[in-house]
């Protein structure tokens, strides 16, 4: 009889054992090759009724279609799972599976990526995503900022314009003292060289800055006149293509190691430098039409000349060089990498 229980309770330790080696891989039990489906969780602070929702949701449906169910991707936007300057923390500590936000929320934890943040690197959104896209494959230094997660695609927004609520801005003397919300440090920079006030805040804090005249104006992309509702605040705009927005998509490292192989490189076939490509092309369409919705509202349009640019570089390109020099300081490429975006922007 001992030996009959002994027996017994081995078969039940094994089969514990069985269960618990089944269960390791991932939050849901199996790993991909298991052929249970593998949740995960995508977090991003733009609103539901956003543009980039609508791409995130036609990504989503890819990757089910691709992994024939396997990677079941739920989005979470307007960030309800994290604040906008914790998205990448968030992904990287593996609090969210995948994280969207934009990189200048957190100044200094990206210097070789903000290259893309610089004065006049970059005339529409589609060119810029791809040029950051093939500077982060290019230079393995990169590596180092998306430490603890796996870069899914990186892009830029359409060029940053001046939008104001109360004086049109036509030269450097009509800027001088406004608070002007910022996107950046590096824009941050050149606007105090002008004579403004930089004001450091998210995107979903600018209508209501503006609406309340904490700010004067925001340097943004023309996108966040059509998505953001910032055409029933703003009254002016100054066309001058400053600076791009750079933004991260990522996912935990080691739940994208949890993945299966062919997994892996499905997602990787869906994203990577064809959704770089493609979110530039999205915004880069959206500009257009918030452009003509902007002319529609009576926002009057005023495009810095040649001459006039020539006039603000004097203040706006030092940062550059100082750009450069920071990051040097870091034992980085600064100046490799400026060389090289430059470089492609100007093919």
């Known amino acids: 009889m001992k030996k009959l229980l002994n027996v017994k309770l081995l078969?039940?330790?094994?089969?514990?054992?069985?269960?618990?080696?089944?269960?390791?891989?991932?939050?849901?039990?199996?790993?991909?090759?298991?052929?249970?489906?593998?949740?995960l969780d995508l977090s991003h602070f733009f609103p539901p009724a956003h543009f980039q929702e609508e791409e995130i949701q036609g990504l989503i449906e890819e990757i089910d279609e691709a992994t024939d169910g396997r990677i079941k991707v739920t989005s979470y936007p307007g960030g309800s799972l994290a604040a906008p300057d914790e998205q990448f923390d968030a992904a990287a500590t593996g609090s969210v599976d995948i994280s969207l936000s934009v990189h200048g929320y957190t100044p200094n934890q990206f210097p070789l990526t903000s290259v893309m943040?610089?004065?006049?690197?970059?005339?529409?959104?589609?060119?810029?995503?791809?040029?950051?896209?093939?500077?982060?494959?290019e230079f393995d230094e990169f590596d180092q900022e998306y430490a603890g997660t796996?870069?899914?695609?990186?892009?830029?927004?359409d060029p940053g314009q001046l939008?104001?609520?109360?004086?049109?801005?036509?030269?450097?003397?009509?800027?001088?003292?406004?608070?002007?919300?910022?996107?950046?440090a590096e824009t941050s920079e050149w606007l105090q060289a002008l004579g403004a006030t930089p004001v450091s805040m998210p995107m979903n804090e600018n209508f209501e800055a503006l609406e309340r005249g904490v700010v004067d104006g925001t340097i943004a992309p023309w996108e966040a006149i059509y998505t953001w509702g910032l055409d029933e605040v703003v009254k002016y705009a100054t066309i001058g293509n400053f600076y791009s927005t750079t933004m991260f998509v990522v996912m935990n490292e080691g739940e994208f190691n949890a993945l299966g192989e062919e997994d892996q490189k499905v997602l990787k076939e869906l994203t990577n430098g064809r959704m770089a490509e493609q979110t530039g092309k999205a915004f880069d369409a959206i500009s257009e039409k918030a452009i003509e919705q902007a002319k529609e509202k009576g926002i009057?349009?005023?495009?810095?000349?040649?001459?006039?640019?020539?006039?603000?570089?004097?203040?706006?390109?030092?940062?550059?060089?100082?750009?450069?020099?920071?990051?040097?300081?870091?034992?980085?490429?600064?100046?490799?990498?400026?060389?090289?975006?430059?470089?492609?922007?100007?093919?």
């Open 150 to 157: 796996v870069p899914l695609w990186l892009y830029t927004t």
């Open 163 to 184: 939008f104001t609520t109360k004086k049109q801005v036509k030269s450097i003397e009509d800027l001088k003292g406004m608070r002007i919300r910022s996107p950046s």
């Open 11 to 39: 078969v039940v330790l094994l089969g514990v054992l069985f269960i618990a080696a089944c269960g390791s891989g991932n939050k849901d039990g199996e790993s991909t090759d298991g052929g249970k489906a593998v949740k």
């Open 117 to 137: 943040e610089l004065p006049f690197m970059t005339t529409d959104a589609e060119s810029g995503s791809k040029n950051l896209w093939e500077l982060y494959q």
């Open 300 to 347: 009057e349009i005023y495009e810095l000349s040649d001459r006039d640019l020539e006039e603000w570089s004097k203040f706006i390109n030092p940062t550059i060089q100082n750009w450069i020099d920071k990051v040097e300081k870091r034992n980085l490429p600064g100046q490799a990498v400026y060389d090289r975006a430059v470089e492609l922007r100007d093919k």
